[in-house]
């Protein structure tokens, strides 16, 4: 199985800090990868695909980048509705796989 | 707009089974391969399975932790995707998300509200 390594698993950030959140895969896994936002007692929402492409409907502010195995989403000016859980995701090869989480708390 | 609305959720003793049902709108589902994630109290994000559509034979694939004990199955007709949760156990408990997989770059673009499964005696 392919596994999955955010880092940090947590952190404090304020409104309008630029913030970087890494994930790395055991293996190679190109660019078959996405992001996920979760809120508290909600579904997760699609941010990112392939790596670097933002799913309609998300502000530009979040972006993707990394291949292979190294992988990063950026948000370039943290606002109040992003503090939330972001998730990475493989979807290269069976069984899908999800980094542990990291939690973007307010300053 | 998409939809999908999870139901069947419950209290069940371990070694029992509950059948989990994830009702689809807004788009053709037949098309689409389908997804159940779980999500224990408290923890991250867990692939349980995946569906493909018809014109895959509806071929499925399971994580190991559920292989053997979790079924995953469709109907077309009724827009319908299901889980079927046999030999339950304490750490099967968890909110299950039903998920749309984005054809072609195979993310997760639409999620359901997710139910919960309690497995405690």
């Known amino acids: 199985d392919i596994q999955m390594t955010q880092s940090p698993s947590s952190l404090s950030a304020s409104v309008g800090d630029r913030v970087t959140i890494t994930c790395r895969a055991s293996q190679g896994i190109s660019s078959s990868l996405a992001w996920y936002q979760q809120k508290p007692e909600k579904a997760p929402k699609s941010l990112i695909y392939a790596a670097s492409s933002l799913q309609s409907g998300v502000p530009s502010r979040f972006s993707g980048s990394g291949s292979g195995t190294d992988f990063t989403l950026t948000i370039s000016s943290l606002q109040p509705e992003d503090f939330a859980t972001y998730y990475c995701q493989q979807y290269k090869s069976y069984p899908v796989t999800f980094g542990g989480g990291t939690k973007v708390e307010i300053k | 707009e998409v939809q999908l609305v999870e139901s069947g959720g419950g209290l069940v003793q371990p070694g029992g089974s509950l059948r989990l049902s994830c009702a689809a709108s807004?788009?053709?589902?037949?098309?689409?391969?389908m997804d159940w994630v779980r999500q224990a109290p408290g923890k991250g994000l867990e692939w349980v399975g995946r569906t493909r559509n018809k014109a895959n034979s509806y071929t499925t694939e399971y994580a190991a932790s559920v292989k053997g004990r979790f079924t995953i199955s469709r109907d077309d007709s009724k827009k319908s995707l299901y889980l079927e949760m046999n030999s339950l156990k304490t750490e099967d408990t968890a909110v299950y998300y039903c998920a749309r997989v984005y054809p072609l770059n195979w993310n997760l673009d639409y999620w359901g509200q997710g139910t919960l499964v309690t497995v405690s005696s």
């Open positions: 807004g788009f053709t589902f037949s098309d689409h391969y």
